[in-house]
């Protein structure tokens, strides 16, 4: 027998899942299921399972954040991941992390998932067809960019020349007069041609190709600070025709440097970076980054350093599962944020804690924050974000039992969805309000419902959310049969 850990937020895909391994897959049993990240770290105080099926997106953290915490806590339990996340940064970080297999939730039925599962305990790796190409074209675009010297438009090398000076999206956004979303996508598309997946190796690849050597002197005296010997050498560097910089072998020596040689500005940078990777990996040495970068910040009156300080101290809090602490340092951020006019900020951290208070049952709370942050994004005419704070706005009222409200919200997602033609969640919001109208008893208005979501999962081959949704009209269908 093989167990398995099923974490995955949409109650349609688990069920269907569930129900397909018990009735054709008896060998594979699925012992615990889990919303979030934090409930499924809760179960694995109390069973052990041989591997861990699970998908990127949850409520509270990353799949990629679980896969990197697991390996380092319980190497030897396996984990497949299961996704519509087709990313080829989240993909290669997932490999790089050691994950067992991956495979698309579009890809095949329940009989490859199955395939994987024995794939995997018998010691080898599963990919499937789809991400194994894109894994492909990632290995190409790294030969290629190794091989060739990538072409760089203007406005390609003006975005490279603001990051290395520490420039944020939003920052780079506001100086060229752009949105963030465009920022955004230019990065994309340089990470894409360099075949990298942060901001990071684009500055060391930039600098290394020559491709903003004018701004170089700019970024020795950010990171190192004026008037040192190290400085000194490296300004007579630069006249020549190359610059030697230290050799790391890994992104976290590389920002280890910057804290032992860095000014303020830097290691308060490094400091951030630092706590967000021992985050996934070591929590204890997070919380020593951020409450070194709260003692810099305070010390030297930095406000934008110490609110990401205190939203460090928060996210780590809530990782080590002691909401109280979590949502007292998430509020002191959101209290500088708004002292500063970050609005973007202030309101990820409003629905950071509603969340959190949310899984606390403290639905007042909860509703206040998911108010105040969708108030920014509605302002942003951010409709993806605007319909995931109504689907959590639904799920809330249904937390507790109002569910007319429930369906309100639920329809607000659902037409903005609709318009803007986000199809898988529409296919789960549909389902959701299949849902409501069966707690109403309302059968047939719940199948209309259901069927409409079970199209748009075939058309979008995901097997698993149509094998849950035939499960639950097969419910609604007894339901009428039995009131006759």
Known sequence: ??????????????????????????????????????????????????????????????????????????????????????????????????????????????????????????????????????????????????????????????????????LQSKEIADRLNLSSRTIECHKTRIFRKLGINNTVEMVQYALKNGIIRVFFLLLCFLLLGCGSKKTEEIKQQTAGE????PEFESEVDSLEWVLEVGNTEAQLSALSELQTYYQKVDLPKSFSYSWQQEKIAIKEKMAFWLADAYTGLGINYYYDNNIDSAVFYLHKAINIHEKEHNWEKLAKNQVNIATMFRYQEKHDSAFFYLYKGLEYYEKENDEETVSRIYCNIASTYADVKNYDKDYEYLSKALAIQERIGSKTPMGVTLANIGSYFEEQQKYHEAIEYYV????????????????????????????IDDAR
């Open 452 to 479: 409409k979501g079970l199209e748009i999962f075939r058309d979008a081959e995901l097997p698993w959310y149509v094998c849950g949704t035939l499960t639950k009209i097969h419910s609604s269908m007894t339901q």
């Open 1 to 166: 027998m093989i167990t398995a850990i099923l974490v995955e937020d949409h109650e349609i895909y688990r069920l269907g899942l569930k129900t397909a391994f018990q009735n054709n897959y008896p060998d594979i049993e699925i012992v615990a299921e889990a919303e979030t990240g934090s409930e499924f770290f809760s179960l694995l105080k109390v069973t052990s399972p041989d591997i861990v099926l699970l998908d990127i997106k949850l409520p509270d953290m990353s799949g990629v954040e679980i896969a990197r915490r697991l390996k380092q806590e319980k190497p030897e339990m396996k984990i497949l991941v299961i996704s519509t996340e087709d990313a080829e940064e989240t993909i290669r970080e997932l490999v790089e992390i050691g994950i067992d297999g991956f495979i698309s939730k579009r890809e095949g039925g329940v009989k490859a998932i199955v395939e994987a599962i024995h794939s995997i305990m018998r010691g080898l790796e599963f990919f499937g067809k789809d991400i194994a190409n894109i894994l492909y074209r990632v290995y190409v675009a790294k030969k290629r960019a190794a091989e060739e010297t990538v072409v760089f438009s203007e406005k390609e090398k003006e975005i490279v020349e603001l990051c290395s000076k520490g």
């Open 242 to 245: 190359s610059i030697t910089k």
